[in-house]
Nanobody, 115 residues
Framework: QVQLVESGGGLVQTGGSLRLSCAAS????????MNWYRQAPGKQRELVAG???????NYASSVKGRFTISRDNAKNTVYLQMNSLKPEDTAVYYC?????????WGQGTQVTVSS
């Protein structure tokens, strides 16, 4: 089992920045990738960014150039630095961890960008 705890959400104005953190515990050695998803009201959950154990990253086109995913292996923590935030970035952001057999989710953290 893997436990994920997100933090860092909040309210920010358009153009502002936030950094989300996701601390992992449990069977973390089995994790292949860690990812950030988001879900806005009335919309499907979508992948925002991901990072593999070897550091390969991928981003949704809507956030490329504005968001950066990174990881601190010593702290078992993944970060999502979000810059130049837009109202359309408003959503609940979820941390996600995967291996070949399972997927785990955090509880989510709300990000609200005011116009």
């Amino acid at each position: 089992q893997v436990q994920l705890v997100e933090s860092g959400g909040g309210l920010v104005q358009t153009g502002g920045s936030l950094r989300l953190s996701c601390a992992a515990s449990g069977s973390i050695s089995s994790i292949n990738s860690m990812n950030w998803y988001r879900q806005a009201p009335g919309k499907q959950r979508e992948l925002v960014a991901g990072i593999t154990t070897v550091g390969t990253t991928n981003y949704a086109s809507s956030v490329k150039g504005r968001f950066t995913i990174s990881r601190d292996n010593a702290k078992n923590t993944v970060y999502l630095q979000m810059n130049s935030l837009k109202p359309e970035d408003t959503a609940v952001y979820y941390c996600n961890a995967k291996n070949f057999m399972a997927t785990w989710w955090g509880q989510g953290t709300q990000v609200t960008v005011s116009s």
